[in-house]
């Protein structure tokens, strides 16, 4: 995706709908990882997205040529995935940028879990917002029907709970803070991709 408001010179910039966004460790792993990695092209180019946490942030950057990769970046620097998008064309020449959605989950009264089902488009990710309190455990088992994916858990302060996990691995643990979990999942292949998503708390 072309920005038709910012120049792609010598450096990398992050862009949203409003001010530019202030880069994070993340994101500046995942910029000098795409320099090595990228060829020419990769020396500049724009950040469309970056959803950020302490462990497992997923970076989508836009290189000098118009080349969209998506980027794993660890909380100790280390980089995870470095991979290109394939294109998502919108009709009218451009590539659909990553979103992310957040849902709050609700319990049915008497009952102490949920399942749901969602889609993601590559690079995109919905976030599941769950309260719970300290001590109690937290069940997360998240089913692909197709494409690929990942989740991560953030505490209520925001701090990693789970780094980047395989949906093949359920999670299951005790709670050390009180207030909204958040978690994540992500679209990390380069198709759409479905899925269910259980959560249980107890």
């Given at each position: 995706?072309?920005s038709s ?11 949203s ?5 202030a880069?994070?460790?993340?994101d ?10 990228g ?5 500049a180019?724009?950040?469309?997205s970056?959803?950020f946490?302490?462990a497992?942030?997923?970076v989508?950057l836009?290189?000098?040529?118009g ?6 970046a ?10 290109v998008?394939?294109?998502q064309d919108d009709g ?5 940028a ?6 709050v ?7 102490s879990g ?5 889609s993601?488009?590559?690079?995109s ?20 029907q197709?494409?690929q994916?990942?989740y ?9 709970l ?6 093949d691995k ?5 709670l ?21 998503v ?5």
């Amino acid at each position: 995706m072309k920005s038709s408001s910012i120049a792609i010179v010598t450096a990398f910039v992050a862009i949203s709908a409003g001010p530019a966004l202030a880069m994070s460790d993340a994101d500046n792993a995942c910029i000098d990882h795409l320099r090595e990695v990228g060829g020419p092209d990769g020396k500049a180019g724009t950040i469309l997205s970056s959803s950020f946490s302490e462990a497992g942030t997923l970076v989508m950057l836009e290189d000098a040529g118009g080349t969209v990769w998506r980027c794993i970046a660890y909380s100790d620097g280390a980089i995870g995935e470095m991979s290109v998008v394939e294109s998502q064309d919108d009709g009218n020449g451009a590539m659909s940028a990553p979103t992310t959605e957040t849902v709050v989950v609700k319990f049915d009264a008497g009952t102490s879990g949920a399942t749901l089902t969602g889609s993601l488009t590559s690079g995109s990710s919905t976030r599941y917002v769950l309260g719970a309190a300290k001590d109690q455990f937290l069940d997360v088992r998240v089913a692909p029907q197709s494409g690929q994916l990942g989740y991560l858990i953030f505490n209520p302060d925001g701090s990693a709970l789970l780094d980047f996990m395989t949906p093949d691995k359920a999670y299951r643990g005790q709670l050390w803070q009180s207030g909204d979990h958040v978690i994540e999942v992500v679209n990390n292949g380069s198709t759409d991709a479905t899925y269910s998503v259980s959560f249980g708390i107890e």
